[in-house]
C-alpha cells in the first residue's frame, strides 16, 4: 500500500498561500508523460484525499428545544444539494458519455439515501449534536470503511463521497470555503490524482484548474485530451505519485518535459518564470498571425478549419481565423435525451451555425454514436462484446431509418443558409455510401413535394476512418464529393489498438508508415476525382505531423480552435519540398518512432520557437 | 407471503470494486424489486441493505472482494436474476 496524503496533517488550500508547511520541504522532481503542453505553478490538490475535518470532529451539543429546526435544517440542506447536482447533471450531459454520467445518479443516491438520512437525524435526536457534527460523525464512518481496506482504487474513489459530503456540508452551513469539490475548485488548483474519470474531468472547474498530473494514463487517454484542447499543462502515467503529495503544496507541471515539481526551490522558480513569459509571448504573437493565410514558403495553401460542438464555441473559431468549421459533431444532441431531437429543433440548432458562419464552410457530422448510447433507442440495444464493431453510426440507419432521415431533412432544410457539407462516419464499403444517396434522394422528393424549401446541392462526404474505405477510395471517391480523414478512429481500426486500453495505448501511433500509406490512398484517389480532402483527427492538430501531412498530399486541415495557431505558423516555414521528403520517410519508415524523431528536427530547424513550446 | 428466497455467491469482478458508481448501479436495479434484498462482503463478515448505497459503500469490497447475495420475497427469482447479472456484468463498468 502507498503512503496516501490522507495521513498527512495539511489543510486544503483556499487560496495560493494558505499551506503552512512546518519544516521547509525540499524540491522534489517526478517524472512522467507530457500529455499537454504548458506550464503551470499552483497549490496541489490531491483527489481522493481526506479532508483533515472528517478525521477531527468535535460534536457540537445543541439544547432539546434547537433540535427540530437542526433536522429540518439538514433536510433543507439535503434538498438544495439535489437540486445542484441535478444542474450539474444536466449540465454535464452534453459533454459527458451516459456511461460516465452515471456518478450523478450515484450522488443523487447518497444524498436520498434513506440510511444516511435516518442515521443523521437519529443523532440530532438522541445525541443532542447540530446538524453539521451530526452529518460530519455519521460520514466519517463510511469514508473510514472505505479507506481501511488496502485497495488504492477504492480508496480514490472514496473521493466521490467526500465531493458529495463536501457539498452538503456546503449547504448545510453556508460557507463556500468548506472544502473543494471538483466543480468548485480553490484558486491556482493543481490537481493529483491515481486517475481521473471523464465525468471527474468533465466536472473539473474550469477557472481554476491549472493543470494536472496522473498516476494513470497515456497521451491519448480522455484527460489528456481534455487537457490539450483546455490548454492546460498535463503530465500522466507517473507512477505512485499521489501519495507523495499534500493538500496545499506548491508545484510546477512541466508538461512540455512530463516533469512535476514540487516545493521548487527560488533558482528553479525563476527559471520557470522566465520560461513561462516567453511561451506566452510567443503564442500571443501566433495568434496576431491568424488574418494571415496558411501558405507554405513555397506558395501552397493550405485550408485550416475548426473542429466543434456546439455554438458555444465559435468566438474561438473566429478568434484563431478559421476558414470554415472541418467538423461539427452532432452526437450531444442525441445523447441522455429520452427522445431524439426532432428535426425543427435540429433545423434551427444547423441553420443559426451556418449563419453565424457567414458563408464560411461547414462540414456537419451525421450522429457518430452506438446503438447503446441512445437512450430512446435503448429499448432494444443489445450488450455489444465489441461496440467499436458493432451498432453504429450510419449503421444504425436500418434499425433506425427515422434517425438518419430526420437528420438529413433538417440539414438540407438549413442547407439554404450557408456552405454546408454533409458528412457521414463509419463508412466501410460503398453500398452503403448508395445506400444513404439513396436515402438523401426520397428525403429531397418528400420535402420537394411538401414545398418546404431545401439546399439539393448540398455537398455529401464520406469520413474515410475504416482502412476498407481508404483501399476503395477510388469507388468510393466517385460517389461523393468530399472526403475527411479521422485520424483517431483510422489508426485505431489499422492498428487494432484500443487507446483507451492502457496496456496497449503504446502501440498507438499515428506515425506507422502502415496509416501514412492508407493516407496517402485516400489523398490520391480523391485528387483523381478531383474531391477535397481533409483530415480532422487528432494528428491534424499536431504541429509535428503537419508537414507529413501536407507531403503526402493533405490542403486541408480541421482541428481543435486553439491548435490553429501553432499549425499556420509552422506550414508559414515550411516548404513543400521539405513535406514531400518527409512524406516520402516516413511511408518507408520501419519504426514509427523514427519519424516522430525526424519530425520533430525538422520544426526544430524550420520553426525553432513553435518547437520549444511542443516540449 | 410467498417468501422464496435465493442465495449465491460471487466475486467482484470490476477493477475499482464496489464505489459509488457500481454501488448506485446495483442500488437502482434493487429498488425495482419487492423482494428484501442483502449483501455480506465474505471477507470481512460485513452485511449490506442492497437498496441502500451507503449501506453498500460500507461492504468497502475491493476487486477480488468474496461476497453474497440473498434475496426473500414475492419476486425473488427475478431479482436474483437481474442482480446476478450486474455484478457478473461488473456492475457496468469498464
Do not use: W
Not at chain 1, 451539543?61 to 437542526?70: G, K
Not at chain 1, 439538514?74 to 456518478?103: G, H, S
Request: proline share 5%; aromatic share 6%.
Amino acid at each position: 500500500m502507498i503512503d496516501t496524503a490522507s495521513s498527512t496533517p495539511d489543510p486544503l488550500p483556499s487560496g495560493p498561500s494558505s499551506a503552512v508547511h512546518p519544516v521547509e520541504r525540499k524540491e522534489v522532481l517526478f517524472h512522467g508523460f507530457p500529455a499537454s503542453p504548458g506550464i503551470c505553478r499552483g497549490r496541489v490538490l490531491v483527489f481522493g484525499a481526506a479532508h483533515t475535518d472528517f478525521n477531527e470532529i468535535d460534536p457540537i451539543p445543541i439544547e432539546p428545544s434547537e433540535v427540530e429546526s437542526e433536522v429540518k435544517r439538514f433536510q433543507t440542506a439535503l434538498e438544495k444539494t439535489k437540486t445542484e447536482i441535478k444542474a450539474l447533471q444536466n449540465r454535464m450531459q452534453k459533454t459527458i458519455e451516459k456511461r460516465d454520467a452515471k456518478i450523478f445518479d450515484a450522488h443523487l443516491l447518497i444524498v436520498e439515501d434513506k440510511l444516511l438520512h435516518k442515521e443523521v437525524v437519529s443523532r440530532i435526536r438522541s445525541q443532542l449534536c447540530n446538524a453539521q457534527s451530526s452529518f460530519l460523525l455519521t460520514i466519517q464512518k463510511y469514508i473510514n470503511a472505505i479507506s481501511g481496506t488496502n485497495d488504492t482504487y477504492l480508496h480514490e474513489r472514496a473521493g466521490d463521497i467526500r465531493d458529495i459530503a463536501n457539498r452538503i456540508l456546503r449547504n448545510l452551513t453556508g460557507d463556500k470555503d468548506v472544502g473543494p469539490t471538483l466543480d468548485n475548485l480553490p484558486e491556482n488548483t493543481v490537481v493529483i490524482a491515481h486517475d481521473l474519470t471523464p465525468s471527474d474531468t468533465a466536472m473539473l472547474d474550469r477557472r481554476n484548474i491549472l493543470g494536472f498530473a496522473i498516476e494513470t494514463g497515456s497521451r491519448t487517454c480522455h484527460t489528456s485530451i481534455l487537457a490539450r484542447s483546455l490548454r492546460i499543462p498535463a503530465v500522466v502515467g507517473m507512477r505512485n505519485i499521489a501519495g507523495k503529495f499534500a493538500n496545499g503544496d506548491e508545484v510546477i507541471v512541466d508538461g512540455f518535459l512530463g516533469m512535476v515539481i514540487r516545493n521548487p526551490s527560488k533558482e528553479t522558480l525563476a527559471f520557470y518564470k522566465e520560461k513561462i513569459s516567453r511561451k506566452d509571448e510567443l503564442y500571443n504573437l501566433l495568434l496576431k498571425e491568424s488574418s494571415r493565410a496558411a501558405e507554405t514558403t513555397d506558395g501552397y495553401r493550405v485550408k485550416l478549419c475548426a473542429n466543434i460542438e456546439g455554438a458555444e464555441d465559435l468566438d474561438q473559431v473566429f478568434q484563431c481565423g478559421a476558414e470554415g468549421i472541418g467538423l461539427f459533431r452532432t452526437e450531444y444532441l442525441f445523447m441522455n435525451t429520452p427522445v431524439a431531437p426532432d428535426e425543427e429543433t435540429q433545423f434551427q440548432i444547423y441553420s443559426k451555425l451556418l449563419r453565424a458562419m457567414h458563408g464560411r464552410s461547414v462540414t456537419i457530422r451525421t450522429v457518430d454514436l452506438g446503438g447503446d448510447k441512445l437512450d430512446f433507442a435503448s429499448a432494444s440495444a443489445i450488450r455489444e462484446p465489441n461496440p467499436f464493431l458493432g451498432l453504429r453510426a450510419i449503421r444504425l440507419c436500418h434499425e433506425k431509418p427515422q434517425l438518419i432521415r430526420t437528420q438529413l431533412r433538417a440539414l438540407l432544410r438549413a442547407g439554404v443558409d450557408g456552405d454546408l457539407r454533409i458528412m457521414f462516419p463509419m463508412v466501410s464499403s460503398l453500398s452503403e455510401i448508395e445506400e444513404l444517396l439513396d436515402i438523401r434522394n426520397e428525403v429531397m422528393d418528400e420535402l420537394r413535394s411538401e414545398n418546404i424549401p431545401f439546399d439539393p446541392k448540398v455537398k455529401i462526404g464520406a469520413m474515410i476512418e475504416i482502412p476498407s474505405a481508404c483501399l476503395i477510395a477510388d469507388a468510393l471517391a466517385a460517389k461523393v464529393d468530399f472526403f475527411s480523414i479521422g485520424s483517431n478512429d483510422l489508426v485505431q481500426y489499422t492498428l487494432a489498438v484500443d487507446r483507451l486500453n492502457e496496456r496497449v495505448a503504446y502501440l498507438y501511433r499515428p506515425s506507422h508508415p502502415a496509416v501514412m500509406e492508407l493516407i496517402r490512398l485516400t489523398v490520391q484517389a480523391a485528387k483523381r476525382h478531383r474531391i477535397p480532402v481533409c483530415v480532422c483527427g487528432e494528428i491534424a492538430a499536431d504541429p509535428r505531423f503537419t508537414p507529413i501531412l501536407l507531403g503526402l498530399g493533405v490542403l486541408e486541415l480541421s482541428m481543435s480552435p486553439n491548435a490553429i495557431a501553432e499549425v499556420r505558423g509552422v506550414i508559414r516555414k515550411t516548404s513543400m519540398l521539405a513535406s514531400e521528403n518527409l512524406a516520402k520517410i516516413a511511408l518507408a519508415a520501419s519504426d514509427p518512432e523514427d519519424v516522430m524523431v525526424l519530425a520533430k528536427e525538422h520544426i526544430q530547424a524550420v520553426a525553432p520557437d513553435i518547437a520549444s513550446i511542443l516540449g | 407471503m410467498d417468501q422464496t428466497s435465493f442465495s449465491k455467491d460471487f466475486v467482484v469482478g470490476n477493477p475499482l470494486g464496489i464505489h459509488a458508481r457500481p454501488a448506485s448501479v446495483f442500488v437502482q436495479a434493487a429498488a425495482g424489486f419487492e423482494s428484501d434484498i442483502a449483501v455480506t462482503n465474505l471477507d470481512s463478515g460485513n452485511s449490506a441493505d442492497g437498496k441502500s448505497v451507503m449501506s453498500m459503500l460500507m461492504l468497502a469490497a475491493p476487486q477480488g472482494t468474496h461476497i453474497r447475495l440473498v434475496v426473500a420475497g414475492p419476486d425473488a427469482a427475478a431479482a436474483m436474476e437481474t442482480l446476478s447479472d450486474i455484478i457478473e456484468g461488473g456492475f457496468d463498468e469498464e
